[in-house]
C-alpha cells in the first residue's frame, strides 16, 4: 500500500485547508484511515481516524468541531477538512493505512501498517 498527502501550505489563524490521501490498491474500501500529525520536537499524535464504509469517525478533543475526515472509496481518498486553524495545529500532517479496518478505533499510530510521506501544514498567527 503507498499513501500519497497532500494540500498542506501556509494559511493564516482562522482559515482552512483541504488534506487528501490516495491510497495505491484494489481493497481501498477495506482500509481504516487516519489523519496524524507531527509537530518540532513533539510526537507523533492522533487527529482523526475513518472506517473503512466512512460511517465511523473518530477525532482528536482538540480538532473537535474543527476537523473532519471523510473518504471517497471510488477515488481511494481520504480527506481532511480543517477549519478555524490555530497556530498550534502547526505540525507535518501524515496520513496511514489500517488494512485489516479493525484496529483503527484504537487511535494509536502503532494501528496503522502503512504510512505517507506526510504533508506541512503551517498556520500564522
Known amino acids: 500500500v503507498q499513501l500519497q498527502a497532500s494540500g498542506g501550505g501556509l494559511v493564516q489563524a482562522g482559515g482552512s485547508l483541504r488534506l487528501s490521501c490516495v491510497a495505491s490498491?484494489?481493497?481501498?474500501?477495506?482500509?481504516?484511515m487516519g489523519w496524524f500529525r507531527q509537530a518540532p520536537g513533539k510526537e507523533r499524535e492522533f487527529v482523526a481516524a475513518?472506517?473503512?464504509?466512512?460511517?465511523?469517525?473518530y477525532s482528536a478533543d482538540s480538532v473537535k468541531g474543527r476537523f473532519t475526515i471523510s473518504r471517497e472509496n471510488a477515488k481511494n481518498t481520504v480527506y481532511l477538512q480543517m477549519n478555524s486553524l490555530k497556530p498550534e495545529d502547526t505540525a507535518v500532517y501524515y496520513c496511514g493505512a489500517d488494512p485489516r479496518g479493525t484496529r483503527y478505533y484504537l487511535r494509536n499510530s502503532n494501528a496503522f501498517d502503512y504510512w505517507g510521506r506526510g504533508t506541512l501544514v503551517t498556520v500564522s498567527s
Open positions: 475513518i472506517s473503512p464504509s466512512g460511517s465511523i469517525t
Open positions: 490498491g484494489r481493497t481501498f474500501s477495506s482500509y481504516a
